[in-house]
């Protein structure tokens, strides 16, 4: 089993639609969870860490349920530029990053 | 806002051939991480570093890898004899202590040939 899985997509949606993404993950012991957006050949960007309280930034919401080890990501009002790959990315107890493949999300006029 | 940068963007190298990539990471961060992606796959985690000295690094990160921080500002990751599966973009990221949160330089495409 992967340790981050995620649907790669595409998601095509048109603009104002609300999308959405999972992502499930293997270690029961991982610690802090995180939303990186990527755009083509660009470095990984911080999107929002993930609380298990869930959390929300603006047109964004972030859920964790520990105990189904689930992370999604809830975006509103989708805008062109919200079109990135979004990565799911967890770490247990160091440091070391681990990150899924990426979902691929494309927002149309 | 303070950022991670690198240089070079783009390093084209021979096979066998030695070469760095440099990293400047955010001021007043103290933990300081190498991680590569191989195009059209994920990022994966190479070594991570912290008061001078490397705290993990992963099955990638074999004899041909060394990291140093030379100075009070450079983070310099030399892989020693290059090979055509070294062609990768690498990225440097940075934390700050207490935090899980680490913010990644724009990249150093390499490309063995």
């Known amino acids: 089993r992967k340790e981050v899985e995620q649907d790669p997509g595409p998601f095509n949606v048109p603009e104002g639609a609300t999308v959405a993404f999972n992502c499930t993950y293997s270690n029961s012991a991982s610690q802090s969870f995180f939303w990186y957006r990527q755009d083509c050949r660009k470095e990984p960007k911080l999107l929002m860490s993930v609380y298990s309280s869930g959390n929300e930034d603006g047109r964004f919401t972030a859920q964790l349920n520990r105990a189904s080890q689930y992370i999604s990501l809830l975006i509103r009002d989708s805008k062109l530029s919200d079109s990135a790959t979004y990565l799911c990315?967890?770490?247990?107890?160091?440091?070391?990053?681990?990150f899924g493949t990426g979902t691929r999300l494309q927002v149309f006029p | 806002e303070p950022e991670v940068t690198q240089t070079p963007s783009h390093q084209v190298t021979q096979m066998g051939q030695e070469v760095i990539l440099r990293c400047v990471p955010i001021?007043?961060?103290?933990?300081f991480y190498w991680y590569r992606q191989i195009l059209g796959q994920k990022v994966e985690f190479l070594v991570s570093?912290?008061?001078?000295?490397?705290?993990?690094k992963s099955e990638i990160f074999d004899d041909q890898f060394s990291v140093e921080r030379p100075d009070g500002s450079n983070f310099t990751l030399k892989i020693r004899s290059t090979k055509l599966e070294d062609s990768a973009m690498y990225f440097c990221a940075s934390s700050e202590a207490g935090s899980h949160e680490q913010y990644f330089g724009p990249g150093t495409r390499l490309t063995v040939t």
């Open positions: 570093f912290y008061n001078n000295e490397i705290s993990e």
């Open positions: 990315v967890v770490n247990t107890f160091t440091d070391k990053l681990i």
């Open positions: 001021s007043n961060h103290l933990y």
